[in-house]
């Protein structure tokens, strides 16, 4: 479509030009009130729901110690506990040194101690974990006030 007030190509936005709604380009449409919906594209940009299941779990800090502390409270050696979840005893090993095994494993161990290794993190909580606090110019006039 062509801009109804220059003629350039790609006139992709409307303005009200002295009365008139026009379909103008980006440069015109700074000339006159600019009735382009943007606001309706924005909602239609939602961000991709994230896969739940991957994302809203996270495993405890101190995994291994507790592991550890209840396997030895249970009597249990590391062999022993590696044979119930069907494990090798080098993987428990280092499991109990802090390694994170996948979370299959950590399920396993789970049942196994009845303890609980993972922690489901509210989808809107992880979001916020996950983004680092960015000051705008308006904080920081803020915070000196
Ligand atoms: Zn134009």
Redo the contacts with the bound molecule.
Sequence with gaps: ME??????AG?DKRAEVEGAVLN??????S?GKDLTPVQITQVNKKPVPKLPDELEVSVIPNFSDIIRKTREKKNLTQQQLAANIKETMSSLRRIEEGWEPPLTVLQKIERELSIRLLERVSAGKSTALAKKPKLTIGDMIEVKV
């Design positions: 801009c109804e007030l220059c003629g350039r006139a103008v380009c980006e440069r015109c449409s000339l």
